[in-house]
């Protein structure tokens, strides 16, 4: 574990707490409401209803990029 | 024929329908979760959810303020349960997430657990037999609570602009994506982490109580003097292992809402 975890409460040590897994959940379900909200109105907007997936994948591909910078940067 | 089996279908109900008497099997379904009021106060009515809760409430309440009356160095009896029951969110729930400055937050914890852990074993009690955390605005109203509580702990220890940063700033993205990351970050703070607190409790518990209710009637539908009788018995043992599931996912659920609780309110006071 980096170093810049000293400020976390003791007792969690070395360890992520299963809590974590709930945090990548989250971001999952985020990005692709996020995303995929903003990809359905503009797709409203503009007549192109495949805008709504395509803003999913792309809200589901960013959060996976932000578990991927979460788990290897801290 | 027809019309035989449509005067009969008629007479159909739950409490009289038995296999091979022309009824259909009394199919539970999300109707089984609205209940009449039982009576009506001031233009409100009071239902059965309403009642379990308010039970919920006051069973908790009643039994620490009891336990802990005359606390003894060597407690005895109720004291004792209550020990452990306090020890186990402290050392299970609190410790892990919070650590031991986080033990101001322990009666918070305490009463969310146990609260939530009695509405959910009311869905297995005989007679009460409906988990009160199946309707929504159960789990809804809890999570509101911890959703302000964890916002305002957050504000009060870092100051409201640290902390509006530290919930929109993900942990090791580089800065060049954080206008795509940040929002994502925020909703999942803001949004989606009440939204599931809800969502989580409340599909269990509403599962749970359908899959009981499904062959606890199936027993009773079944139970005729015919082959049914061997099916009927099959569903029985069926329903008595799940109630022994449901008993298991009704703690479960309780000590994952309050492990999030807890770990929402670490994430708002750490620094970061």
Known sequence: MAPDQAGRPPGRGGQ?????????????????????????????????????????????????AMIIFRVTRS | M???????????????????SGCRYPAPSIDDFYFKPILTVGGIGITKPMVLAVVAGATVLAFFAVAFRRPKLVPRGAQNLAEVGVLFVRDSILRPQLGKAGDKYLPFLVSIFFFVWLMNLFGIIPLLEFPATSRIAYPAGLALVVWITYLTVGIRAKGPITYFRNIAVPSGAPWWILPLLSPIELVSNIFVRPFTLTIRLMANMLAGHLLLLVFGLASWYLFSASIGLLFSVTSFLVTIILTGLEVLIQLLQAFIFTTLTAYYLADASAAH
């Not at chain 1, 974590?20 to 999952?28: H, K, P």
Request: charged share 5%; glycine share 14%.
């Open chain 1, 16 to 64: 992520r707490p299963a809590s974590e897994g709930w945090t990548y959940f989250s971001y999952l379900v985020g990005g692709m409401l996020l995303y995929g909200g903003i990809g359905w109105l503009i797709g409203r907007w503009t007549g192109l209803p495949v805008l709504f997936p395509v803003g999913m994948l792309t809200g589901l591909a960013l959060a996976i």
């Open chain 2, 2 to 20: 027809t019309d035989a089996r449509a005067v009969l279908a008629s007479s159909c109900n739950p409490l009289t329908s038995h296999l091979f």
